[in-house]
């Protein structure tokens, strides 16, 4: 079928499905997001239709929440315990599986599996293991490593270790997979170089490797930094923020805010906090990252 | 669920509508798509945007025993269709016996208990203190019994600003949970111990006394229900305080395209002696239907009900169950998780003052 030529004689080519593209993007991305903005400076409860416009209030309120504040601390130190062991053991992975035979293929599709699984299902998998009578803590009684069962879900600071742990263990995932679709990008012929100029493991993976997957370790960072800073199905299946609010993310606090304490408003001021403290976030992480893989 | 939807489709010709928790409804409010009929919602909430139709005064006088038991400035938006307790405490009769114990009546003899059951390696109370609400059970039941056991219109007192959470009376209810925690009364990891788990060490014999609602007598395996027996925490001012919550089915949109409609689907649901009987044997729920004989359920009910069921129909004492109730006595949104919290709080830290000044502020940003 011709397709359709204005004056001028120029084809409109795939323009008018960008345009839907782009329209779409604006109903489904854009509104809320602005619906969501202008909420953020009302009173706006999910009960009522009507709302006043109170200025700056809900930001001002932030500052001076103390669940918010540890709802951003608890997330800050998940966000950087999470991207840090998952790139490291990520990379690590990726290098030791990084053959091409059946053996190794197989064992990458099993390191995968937590990222395809839903958030929740991880979380029920890992609560059965880390309750009073979970696996790890019969496990860890019989073997006699401790006399009585670790409460792993029972302290703020043991249920912050165990979010890292299992944000970490479906984070790794994709990383890993990440690093190897990397590595297998680089040249053997770079490594048989540099074993030729006198390279030896860590020189080759100092001045081939990390160069060489460098964009892929951007990738990788960044979104790990994304995918921890909004955190919500994990906390919710896993402590429901307990104990005693320790381990409430900033996501979580937002759904409690909007239709626990019926305060929307509040809760699209956090959103959009959210929003611009992750897009700083990635903004920053990419900048970085981007300029060392120059530097590389 | 499926046969709720069918049988409301058929019984009033709307769109079938069913809301089955607070969040979910407010979420589907928040979206334009507020249900017809709503169940287990917390009435405080939405009564104030104009959206739940409340019951007919003739109709809640005529069905009902309490007919005020969800009633928020005078009028109801749940049917007061059945109650419970909450929290009563289960005991294992097997472990008392072989400990020489008695049920206790008092707070003294109750930490007696606690502590010849401790030194004898025996974990005296069950919690399951992962889950918020769960672990706010111990405090709420102290609180219950000895704030709201000697002044029922305690909450209505707080809305007036009239008592505080930091006054003597609630201080000394609080600081028997810190002594109940110091003195072993929970196992060490109580905190990371699940709802499921819970249930099944004190039921496996593993525990000896649990704090918990009524409906765990639902769980309570028909076979083995000799061996556990309830009682109520022992109050300050002595004699037995009922933590009683009347509960019940379903609310009704004031928004309902058809609201007589809705109404009417409500109330037949409501006086269903088949939903009620599933309720008294799953739920251990207590039926609140005047005139209606409890034979006539047809239930089939084990003695731990019967004895638990003696406190709703004898003379003791019923007060509202300190934030688990839908009536005037209800906590303003958003406050119940703030309790649960600083339950969870309160069993690694010892500042109950400082707690309990932080739930004050918190409660005067919630209720204003």
Same mark, same amino acid.
């Given at each position: 079928?011709?397709?359709?030529?204005?004056?001028?004689?120029?084809?409109?080519?795939?323009?008018?499905?960008?345009?839907?593209?782009?329209?779409?993007?604006?109903?489904?991305?854009?509104?809320?997001?602005?619906?969501?903005?202008?909420?953020?400076?009302?009173?706006?409860?999910?009960?009522?239709?009507?709302?006043?416009?109170?200025?700056?209030?809900?930001?001002?309120?932030?500052?001076?929440?103390?669940?918010?504040?540890?709802?951003?601390?608890?997330?800050?130190?998940?966000?950087?315990?999470?991207?840090?062991?998952?790139?490291?053991?990520?990379?690590?992975?990726?290098?030791?599986?990084?053959?091409?035979?059946?053996?190794?293929?197989?064992?990458?599709?099993?390191?995968?599996?937590?990222?395809?699984?839903?958030?929740? =299902?991880?979380?029920?998998?890992?609560?059965? =293991?880390?309750?009073?009578?979970?696996?790890?803590?019969?496990?860890?009684?019989?073997?006699?490593?401790?006399?009585?069962?670790?409460?792993?879900?029972?302290?703020?600071?043991?249920?912050?270790?165990?979010?890292?742990?299992?944000?970490?263990?479906?984070?790794?995932?994709?990383?890993?997979?990440?690093?190897?679709?990397?590595?297998?990008?680089? &040249?053997?012929?770079?490594?048989?170089?540099?074993?030729?100029?006198?390279?030896?493991?860590?020189?080759?993976?100092?001045?081939?490797?990390?160069?060489?997957?460098?964009?892929?370790?951007?990738?990788?960072?960044?979104?790990?930094?994304?995918?921890?800073? *909004?955190?919500?199905?994990?906390?919710?299946?896993?402590?429901?923020?307990?104990?005693?609010? #320790?381990?409430?993310?900033?996501?979580?606090?937002?759904?409690?805010?909007?239709?626990?304490?019926?305060?929307?408003?509040?809760?699209?001021?956090?959103?959009?906090?959210?929003?611009?403290?992750?897009?700083?976030?990635?903004?920053?992480?990419?900048?970085?990252?981007?300029?060392?893989?120059?530097?590389? | 669920? *499926?046969?709720?939807?069918?049988?409301?489709?058929?019984?009033?010709?709307?769109?079938?509508?069913?809301?089955?928790?607070?969040?979910?409804?407010?979420?589907?409010?928040?979206?334009?798509?507020? &249900?017809?009929?709503?169940?287990?919602?917390?009435?405080?909430?939405?009564?104030?945007?104009?959206?739940?139709?409340?019951?007919?005064?003739?109709?809640?006088?005529?069905?009902?025993?309490?007919?005020?038991?969800?009633?928020?400035?005078?009028?109801?938006?749940?049917?007061?269709?059945?109650?419970?307790?909450?929290?009563?405490?289960?005991?294992?009769?097997?472990?008392?016996?072989?400990?020489?114990?008695?049920?206790?009546?008092?707070?003294?003899?109750?930490?007696?208990?606690?502590?010849?059951?401790?030194?004898?390696?025996?974990?005296?109370?069950?919690?399951?203190?992962?889950?918020?609400?769960? /672990?706010?059970?111990?405090?709420?039941?102290?609180?219950?019994?000895?704030?709201?056991?000697?002044?029922?219109?305690?909450?209505?007192?707080?809305?007036?600003?009239?008592?505080?959470?930091?006054?003597?009376?609630?201080?000394?209810?609080?600081?028997?949970?810190?002594?109940?925690?110091?003195?072993?009364?929970?196992? *060490?990891?109580?905190?990371?111990?699940?709802?499921?788990?819970?249930?099944?060490?004190?039921?496996?014999?593993?525990?000896?006394?649990?704090?918990?609602?009524?409906?765990?007598?639902?769980?309570?395996?028909? #076979?083995?229900?000799?061996?556990?027996?309830?009682?109520?925490?022992?109050?300050?001012?002595?004699?037995?305080?009922?933590?009683?919550?009347?509960?019940?089915?379903?609310?009704?949109?004031?928004?309902?395209?058809?609201?007589?409609?809705?109404?009417?689907?409500?109330?037949?649901?409501?006086?269903?002696?088949?939903?009620?009987?599933?309720?008294?044997?799953?739920?251990?729920?207590?039926?609140?239907?005047?005139?209606?004989?409890?034979?006539?359920?047809?239930?089939?009910?084990?003695?731990?009900?019967?004895?638990?069921?003696?406190?709703?129909?004898?003379?003791?004492?019923?007060?509202?169950?300190?934030?688990?109730?839908?009536?005037?006595?209800?906590?303003?949104?958003?406050?119940?998780?703030?309790?649960? /919290?600083?339950?969870?709080?309160?069993?690694?830290?010892?500042?109950?003052?400082?707690?309990?000044?932080?739930?004050?502020?918190?409660?005067?940003?919630?209720?204003?």
């Amino acid at each position: 079928m011709p397709s359709r030529t204005p004056r001028g004689g120029r084809s409109l080519g795939l323009a008018p499905l960008a345009w839907i593209a782009v329209a779409l993007y604006a109903m489904f991305l854009l509104f809320p997001l602005f619906q969501s903005l202008f909420w953020s400076f009302t009173d706006k409860s999910p009960l009522q239709g009507k709302s006043d416009f109170v200025g700056l209030a809900n930001y001002t309120d932030l500052f001076s929440d103390d669940l918010f504040l540890h709802s951003l601390f608890f997330t800050g130190i998940v966000v950087v315990s999470v991207t840090v062991v998952a790139n490291t053991v990520g990379l690590l992975l990726a290098m030791l599986l990084n053959k091409s035979t059946a053996n190794y293929r197989v064992m990458r599709t099993l390191i995968f599996i937590p990222q395809v699984l839903s958030g929740v =299902i991880v979380a029920f998998i890992w609560r059965s =293991i880390l309750t009073q009578n979970g696996l790890l803590n019969v496990l860890l009684v019989k073997v006699g490593l401790v006399e009585e069962p670790v409460a792993w879900l029972g302290s703020s600071g043991l249920a912050t270790f165990s979010i890292c742990v299992v944000v970490s263990w479906i984070t790794i995932a994709f990383a890993t997979v990440v690093y190897t679709a990397s590595l297998q990008s680089v &040249p053997a012929e770079l490594y048989e170089a540099a074993r030729v100029d006198g390279a030896g493991f860590f020189g080759r993976f100092r001045h081939v490797t990390l160069p060489m997957i460098a964009p892929g370790m951007t990738i990788s960072v960044v979104l790990c930094l994304i995918t921890t800073l *909004k955190l919500y199905d994990v906390i919710a299946v896993l402590t429901s923020g307990g104990p005693a609010n #320790a381990t409430q993310s900033t996501a979580y606090y937002l759904v409690t805010a909007a239709f626990t304490d019926n305060r929307f408003g509040y809760a699209s001021s956090i959103a959009m906090v959210l929003l611009v403290l992750t897009a700083l976030v990635s903004y920053s992480a990419t900048h970085v990252l981007r300029k060392r893989e120059a530097d590389l | 669920m *499926k046969r709720a939807r069918t049988l409301f489709a058929t019984a009033v010709g709307l769109a079938a509508a069913l809301s089955l928790t607070a969040k979910y409804a407010k979420q589907l409010q928040a979206s334009g798509q507020f &249900p017809d009929v709503l169940s287990s919602i917390t009435p405080n909430d939405f009564i104030g945007a104009g959206l739940l139709q409340p019951y007919d005064r003739t109709w809640l006088d005529d069905h009902f025993t309490d007919p005020d038991g969800n009633a928020i400035k005078g009028r109801s938006y749940i049917p007061p269709t059945n109650a419970q307790i909450i929290p009563m405490i289960f005991y294992n009769k097997k472990i008392f016996a072989a400990h020489h114990l008695e049920v206790p009546t008092t707070w003294d003899q109750f930490m007696t208990v606690v502590r010849t059951l401790g030194k004898a390696g025996v974990t005296p109370l069950q919690m399951a203190g992962a889950e918020p609400w769960a /672990a706010a059970y111990p405090l709420s039941g102290l609180i219950t019994a000895d704030v709201l056991g000697e002044n029922p219109d305690w909450v209505k007192d707080r809305y007036a600003g009239t008592v505080k959470f930091t006054d003597a009376d609630v201080v000394a209810a609080v600081s028997k949970y810190r002594e109940l925690v110091t003195a072993g009364g929970f196992d *060490k990891g109580a905190l990371g111990v699940n709802y499921n788990d819970a249930n099944t060490q004190f039921l496996a014999g593993k525990s000896a006394m649990y704090p918990m609602g009524s409906w765990l007598i639902g769980l309570i395996p028909p #076979a083995g229900a000799a061996d556990f027996g309830t009682f109520l925490l022992p109050s300050a001012g002595g004699g037995a305080v009922v933590p009683f919550t009347t509960g019940g089915t379903t609310s009704v949109s004031a928004k309902s395209a058809d609201v007589p409609k809705a109404m009417d689907f409500a109330k037949a649901w409501s006086l269903s002696r088949t939903n009620l009987k599933t309720l008294i044997e799953t739920d251990g729920a207590f039926p609140m239907l005047k005139d209606v004989p409890f034979d006539s359920f047809g239930a089939k009910v084990t003695p731990v009900y019967t004895e638990a069921y003696a406190y709703v129909t004898g003379g003791a004492r019923k007060v509202s169950a300190f934030g688990e109730v839908n009536n005037d006595d209800a906590l303003p949104a958003g406050l119940v998780d703030q309790f649960n /919290a600083m339950a969870q709080k309160l069993f690694t830290d010892s500042d109950v003052k400082g707690q309990l000044a932080a739930f004050d502020a918190a409660w005067d940003k919630a209720a204003n």
